[in-house]
């Protein structure tokens, strides 16, 4: 599932990166409610995170539109989250027939926290090669770039086996899933003291 889903990222990075413009709506090719939908917009997501986070650093921002980054990337990470429990309840779904007991173990992560962690890890690969398409930089920037690179293609590799152990050990009851909600406190004005000590 792994090679798909990578395929799916990265024609969702490309895509995004026709227009490159934080505001540009998504147009999703896959059918509504597929697998490969949910894939394909949770990658867009981290892709236009990414791009935000660039903006903030921008050391000569206005300050006005700063915080209005700011405020979108945290309603970002709350999308980010939300669709990762979306994946994790189609996990769930799908392996909801497989037989465990109390003493099967539990993975440390979720298969849909660890399809995130290879989301971001695409991104990182797009942007590394495009650093090695720059004109005008020096050859250790360039020599950097290839060796940083090279340490990511392995972990994408690593990480790829690594969830395919992980749906395989799953799908046969050696391990077994359980979802804990995130719970973000920060967005909730019932638990950040910040919001509620305002109104």
Known sequence: MTTKTI?????????????????????????????????????????????????????????VEALNIKRRIDASNQERTDMVEYLDSYFLDLYKDVKTNEDTPLNTE??????????????????????????????????????????????????????????NDIAAGRKKMKVYKQMKMYNDPNLNPVLYNII
Not at 12 to 32: G, K, L, M, R, T
Not at 41 to 59: C, F, G, M, S, T
């Open 7 to 63: 395929s799916i990222f990265k024609q969702s990075i490309q895509d995004y990166h026709q227009f490159d413009e934080v505001n540009h709506p998504i147009q999703n090719p896959y059918p509504q409610g597929s697998i490969e939908a949910l894939l394909y917009h949770k990658n867009w997501i981290d892709a236009v995170q990414w791009h935000l986070e660039d903006l903030i650093r921008d050391p000569n921002i206005d300050p």
């Open 110 to 167: 979720t298969p849909a926290w660890a399809f995130d962690r290879l989301s971001i890890l695409e991104l990182k690969i797009f942007h590394l090669e495009q650093e090695l398409k720059r004109a005008n930089v020096s050859e250790e920037h360039l020599q950097k770039c290839q060796e940083k690179l090279n340490v990511l293609l392995q972990q994408e590799i690593d990480l790829s086996v690594a969830i395919e152990q992980l749906l």
